[in-house]
């Protein structure tokens, strides 16, 4: 645990002496092929509260508060960024517990429980470039590492890597967006198992007035293997409804969160803000 919350740390003031806090394009995660542009940094920061979440692998049930989940983009090309993505603080109010194969493991009293967020580090590339016959294609890498432990309930101490295909194309005042890759989940209950699932994502952004726009997404992930998947690894998904307002390099959003499986939240909230600066010059 120590040495989770020391990782964070590190992250947490490398973000900071850069400035304020976000995610590439909140409060959606469906990724957009576009890059944040050579040497620019994007800073998002906000929150997710989630009501009757479900956590398979230790059998907690209850509301998810996750604050603040932090991003960072660096533009390190013209068609290349470095993204970092998590949060220092995950807050379960337990409201039911069930039997399930890692809940011995838990080490914590009373009817709530907190960890850190698990790190995601990914790297996309701007494969084309958007023209009026073709969408913009992109690919992105993106590994998850195990910063969250299974004594606290909420994390599964297992290493994921993901690979998607992105695609991002503007119609008028319509922007589309469509992710699909491979997941490979390790199983946490055996060391020499995982499961490939499914990635997908598709979001539609459509500008109403200057600096407004209304957004919505469904995203998730498919279990691909025949029978009962290992737990932690099943499918999940999740539909955003929500609005961004930018005004120069700032821009705040808020949304509404809707789980599509019995583990994803029932209903939810998400809000923040989002800032991009020049930080360097790229030669």
Do not use: C
């Not at 998607?164 to 199983?187: E, F, H, M, P």
């Not at 060391?191 to 469904?218: F, H, K, P, T």
Request: glycine content about 14%; overall charge neutral.
């Amino acid at each position: 645990m120590i040495v989770r919350r020391l990782g964070w740390t590190v992250v947490a003031l490398s973000l900071l002496a850069a400035a304020p806090a976000s995610a590439q394009q909140r409060p959606l995660v469906t990724e957009d092929p576009e890059v944040v542009g050579a040497g620019l940094i994007l800073i998002e920061g906000g929150f997710d509260y989630g009501r009757d979440i479900f956590f398979p692998a230790s059998g907690l049930k209850g509301n998810e508060l996750r604050l603040p989940l932090v991003g960072v983009s660096i533009g390190l090309s013209s068609i290349a960024e470095l993204q970092i993505d998590g949060g220092p603080y995950d807050r379960l109010s337990v409201t039911g517990r069930q039997p399930a194969p890692l809940a011995s493991m838990m080490n914590f009293t009373g009817n709530s429980t907190h960890d850190v967020e698990d790190i995601v580090v990914a790297t996309k590339i701007r494969v084309l470039a958007e023209t009026p016959g073709r969408p913009a294609v992109g690919i992105r890498f993106a590994t998850r590492l195990p910063n969250a432990g299974n004594e606290s309930g909420l994390g599964l101490d297992t290493t994921d890597f993901h690979v998607q295909a992105l695609l991002g194309k503007t119609v008028r005042s319509v922007r589309v967006v469509g992710n699909v890759g491979l997941g490979i989940l390790g199983d946490p209950t055996r060391g020499d198992n995982q499961n490939d699932v499914l990635d997908y994502g598709v979001s539609v952004a459509r500008a109403v007035r200057e600096g407004l726009e209304v957004v919505g997404e469904l995203n998730g992930r498919a279990a691909t293997r025949s029978g009962t998947a290992p737990v932690g690894t099943e499918s999940r998904a999740m539909m955003r409804l929500g609005g961004r307002l930018t005004r120069g390099t700032v821009r705040l959003d808020a949304g509404l969160l809707f789980g599509m499986t019995s583990r994803d939240p029932g209903v939810g909230i998400t809000a923040g803000a989002t800032w991009v600066f020049k930080a360097f010059t790229v030669k």
